[in-house]
Every structure is written in structure tokens, then in C-alpha cells.
């Protein structure tokens, strides 16, 4: 058994196909499938049903799968160190970075960082934040940035950001000339959020449900722009962040606070509890918590 056989098996046992996994590791099916079948007659065991349509794993596979990631995080996490600890490269690693989130704040931390340090590479991978927590489980991401709460059962966690969200409604709507406006006001509102991969579209709902409704929602995006431009349209309203809000025309939208209750947005750089943060990545962790916790006390008290 090595590496590559069980890197293999976790490829098919996550697309549930032979043909789409050798598709994305670029194998052939048959070479793919002699792989697997060499891998279980050195185990002993069957380790998918391929009866069905979809191929499935066996009780013996499930109990593999487990095990063969775990082996594959240890050994990546491995080379890391090993090469972290000799110098054979000058530092890089893995950001994973909600489109909304790194709109917001990390261009120039990101800039400045490589100022200070040219050497160090880092690579940004765009996603919600519940798909970051996954990648960071699954070992394919070093670090990833968001919205709190997470289970620090699994993550070590560092604050960075404290804000809130705010309303954003079309300057025709009725709440348009308010001070503040209740979260209970906006019961019969139409709702455009995050797409559900992203934390704070749960936040919003949750939000909502504590305050005695459920939101109806009439769009989802991925793009804090888009959403905006919906807003713009008359198309409903949204909570956003109060960074996004300070980059929306006042002259096309109404930004007012929402308060009974205000929702927090707080933002954490988080990694894996069993994983190792190379020393680029710790490096890049403490200017990051620096630079944007440091700015985040000072706007609050300015």
C-alpha cells in the first residue's frame, strides 16, 4: 500500500464514480480501477459496491476512508515540516478567503505582507466560508478566514474583525428615512442573502427565526456587487456588512444601523487543531491579527 493508492480510493470514493474521479486525477478507468482492486486485495476487503449506478462504499470503506485521509493530512503535514524546518523553500501556503470577506480587508494586508516578505507565496482560494472549514479538515488548505462562531473543537481560532451588519434597503422603501430600524420590522420584507455555503447567510436567518419569523428570501448570490444592484432594483433588501455598506452609493440605497438586535460579524483566521502551520503561515497570522485588530479597536473607538 502507498500513497498514491490511497489518494486514489479517496478521489473515487468522493465523486462515486470511477470515470468522473479518473477524469479529475487525469487516469485512465482501467489503470484507476486495477489501482483499487490491487489496494483491496492487499487489505483483504471489498471496499466499494459497484452493483449500482453510483458506486458506494462498503462498511470496510467507510472505515478506510477515514483512516486513508488522515493518513494523507499526516504526510502532507509532514513534508511541510520537514521542509519548513530545512529551508528547502522560501515559504508558502494556502488562504482560504470568502469572496465578501476578502473584498473587504485583505488586498492591502496581503500587499503589505509581501512587501515585508517577497519570499513568501501565498495562494488564495475563494470559497464559502462552511466550504473552508471542510477544506481545512480535508488538509487542502493551510488557513482560512471566517465568520464566527466555528466548532473550536476542530479549530484553533484567532479574532481578527468586529463589526455588525446593517440594513440596505432602496431609497424608495418606507424604512428608507429611519434612524434605526428593528430586526422584527423587516418580517414581511423580501430578503436577498449569501448563498447558503456562506456563513452569514445563516447568520441572517437564524437571526430572524430568534426574532419570532422566518425571512423570505427572493435571491441568493455570492457577490456582495450583485446583491447591492438588487437592492438598487427594488428587488428587496439585505443585511451587509458595515465595510460593504461603506462602498455602496448613498445617492442609489439607504444604509441604516439595525438594532433589538444589532448582529455581529466577527471575523477569525482559523486552521485545522491537528494541523501544522508552517512558519510563512504563522508569520502571515500574527501581521494579519496585528494589522486588522488593531484597526478594528481603533474604528470603534474613533
Not at 488586498?107 to 471542510?134: C, M, N, S
Not at 486552521?271 to 502551520?277: A, F, I, L, M, Q
Request: glycine share 4%; proline share 4%; charged share 25%.
Amino acid at each position: 500500500m502507498d500513497m498514491r493508492q490511497l489518494g486514489y480510493f479517496l478521489e473515487v470514493a468522493q465523486h462515486a464514480s470511477f470515470s468522473k474521479a479518473s477524469q479529475a486525477i487525469h487516469l485512465s478507468q482501467p489503470t484507476l480501477s486495477k489501482m483499487i482492486k490491487n489496494l483491496e486485495v492487499e487489505l483483504g476487503v471489498v471496499l466499494f459496491d459497484r452493483s449500482t449506478r453510483r458506486v458506494e462504499l462498503t462498511e470496510a470503506g467507510k472505515v478506510v476512508q477515514a483512516h486513508a485521509q488522515t493518513i494523507i493530512n499526516a504526510s502532507q503535514q509532514l513534508l511541510v515540516a520537514v521542509e519548513d524546518l530545512t529551508e528547502k523553500r522560501k515559504g508558502q501556503f494556502t488562504l482560504g478567503l470568502p469572496p465578501v470577506i476578502g473584498a473587504s480587508f485583505f488586498p492591502k494586508v496581503i500587499a503589505d505582507f509581501h512587501q515585508l516578505h517577497p519570499d513568501i507565496a501565498i495562494k488564495i482560494v475563494e470559497e464559502g466560508g462552511k466550504r473552508i472549514e471542510q477544506l481545512l479538515l480535508e488538509g487542502k488548505i493551510n488557513l482560512g478566514v471566517v465568520v464566527l462562531p466555528v466548532d473550536e473543537r476542530l479549530f484553533e481560532v484567532v479574532p481578527i474583525v468586529e463589526r455588525h451588519l446593517k440594513l440596505v434597503l432602496p431609497l424608495t422603501h418606507a424604512l428608507a428615512h429611519r434612524e434605526e430600524v428593528h430586526l422584527a420590522d423587516l418580517k414581511n420584507e423580501l430578503f436577498i442573502l449569501f448563498r447558503q455555503e456562506f456563513n452569514l447567510h445563516d447568520r441572517v436567518k437564524e437571526a430572524c427565526i430568534r426574532e419570532g419569523f422566518e425571512p423570505q428570501v427572493a435571491y441568493e448570490s455570492t457577490q456582495w456587487d450583485f446583491i447591492y444592484e438588487l437592492i438598487c432594483a427594488n428587488q428587496g433588501i439585505s443585511l451587509l456588512p458595515e465595510t460593504i455598506c461603506a462602498k455602496l452609493d448613498p445617492g442609489k440605497v439607504s444604509v441604516i444601523p439595525l438594532v433589538k438586535p444589532s448582529i455581529h460579524w466577527d471575523l477569525a483566521i482559523i486552521w485545522n487543531k491537528s494541523g501544522y502551520v508552517s512558519h510563512a503561515a504563522q508569520g502571515w497570522i500574527e501581521f494579519a491579527q496585528k494589522v486588522l485588530f488593531t484597526s478594528s479597536t481603533n474604528e470603534d473607538s474613533a
